[in-house]
Each structure stands twice: as C-alpha cells, then as structure tokens.
C-alpha cells in the first residue's frame, strides 16, 4: 500500500511575469516593504517567500501570511 499523495495545485506561479519577478527580487535583496491591504490595514517588514496563494512578510520579528488577493500593493 502507497502513502497517499497530497493534492497539488492547479495554479503556478508565472515567473515571466514583471510583477512576481519583481517580488523576487525584493525577497532576495531582503528590501524593507510597506504592504497595504485592501482593508486599509498596512505591514511593513521584509517579503520572505511567496507561493500561488500567499505572501510571507516578516514584521518585527514575527511572520505575517498575506493571502494575495488582500494586497491593495507592495510599496
């Protein structure tokens, strides 16, 4: 018997596109960011990863995950 294989997602990240390139560049450089969410609310830290989904924002010290389509924009 297998073990059961997790379900992958249907979604990939385009790494062609200017923005999500873009957003690498800031996880690699480790650049401090203000990210504004569409409810107003504002984290500023550094991006540590993404994925298809979410953000990784590290704010002092602590790790915030940002679903992407609560992002208003990366400043």
Request: include cysteine.
């Amino acid at each position: 018997m297998s073990a059961p294989q997790s379900a992958k997602s249907n979604i990939t990240i385009n790494v062609t596109l200017p923005s999500v390139r873009h957003i690498h560049t800031l996880i690699r450089t480790q650049a401090p960011v203000e990210v504004k969410l569409v409810t107003g609310d504002q984290v500023r830290g550094r991006l540590l990863w993404m994925d298809d989904h979410c953000v990784c924002v590290e704010e002092s010290g602590a790790k915030v995950v940002l679903w992407q389509q609560a992002i208003a924009y990366i400043r």
